[in-house]
């Protein structure tokens, strides 16, 4: 099968960060920015580095960016520049856009226009380091709508030694156990008789309030 090909749009923080991630996980990248030295001193980074305003429609063809499989939109301040670049690779047939919002209206917006996904990195970021401030045992976290999250979370001291129905957390929380994460092993689904072990990771998906009486277990 052939590898996907990504474009990044704006190499700030979030750009760069996703750009290079996905090279070093062996994809092609071709990063764009319209600051010239951005242009340069990523160029080492990633395949292919362009310096272009890409709110120009005939600069954006001149790209070649319909043949890329995913283009990111991390165009950050300049929201004009963000919504203009989104619309115009709609227009040019861009298979997948991923588009970065500064909130949730510039997200409506993106939406409308088309953005096939809309991320919030400042949110969830925000998200995960409150949750885990809360309790060192969460790892991740990821809001799925505004009333359920799932949450990886160290298995609390109070749970190891007991299996998934001793340790109830259906009937306290309205939780479920969707996968255990041990070493190497990943359990998924976990048997109802699994024992929970010390350094286990719970993968728990539930209701918010559920979730979070989890999280604050010790
Ligand atoms: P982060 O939080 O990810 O650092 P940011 O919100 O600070 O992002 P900016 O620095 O505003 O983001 O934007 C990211 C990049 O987008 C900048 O390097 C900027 O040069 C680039 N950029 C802005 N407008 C355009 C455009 N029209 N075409 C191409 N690149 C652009």
């Given at each position: 099968m052939k590898k996907k090909q990504f474009?990044?749009?704006?190499?700030?923080?979030?750009g760069t960060s996703v750009a290079k991630t996905l090279y070093q996980m062996?994809?092609?990248?071709?990063?764009?920015?319209?600051?010239?030295?951005?242009?340069?001193?990523?160029?080492?980074?990633?395949?292919?580095?362009?310096?272009?305003?890409?709110?120009?429609?005939?600069?954006?063809?001149?790209?070649?960016?319909?043949?890329?499989?995913?283009?990111?939109?991390?165009?950050?301040?300049?929201?004009?520049?963000?919504?203009?670049?989104?619309?115009?690779?709609?227009?040019?047939?861009?298979?997948h856009i991923v588009a970065k919002a500064k909130n949730p209206l510039h997200g409506k917006m993106l939406e409308k226009i088309g953005a096939d996904r809309v991320v919030y990195p400042e949110r969830d970021m925000g998200q995960r380091v409150a949750h885990n401030l809360v309790s060192s045992n969460v790892l991740e976290y990821i809001e799925l709508s505004p009333e359920y999250s799932i949450v990886e979370v160290t298995a609390p001291k109070v749970l190891v030694g007991k299996n998934l129905v001793e340790t109830d957390l259906r009937g306290r929380y309205e939780v479920n156990v969707v996968a255990i994460r041990r070493g190497e092993q990943l359990l998924v689904p976990p048997q109802p008789t699994e024992k929970i072990m010390d350094k286990d990771v719970l993968f728990v998906v539930g209701a918010n309030r559920g979730v979070q009486r989890l999280e604050e277990l010790e």
């Open positions: 474009a990044i749009i704006g190499l700030g923080r979030f062996g994809y092609e990248v071709l990063a764009v920015d319209a600051d010239e030295t951005r242009v340069q001193d990523f160029s080492d980074e990633v395949t292919h580095v362009m310096q272009a305003d890409t709110t120009d429609e005939d600069t954006l063809k001149a790209l070649g960016i319909r043949n890329f499989d995913v283009v990111v939109v991390a165009i950050g301040a300049d929201v004009q520049a963000n919504l203009m670049t989104t619309l115009q690779l709609k227009e040019l047939g861009v298979p």
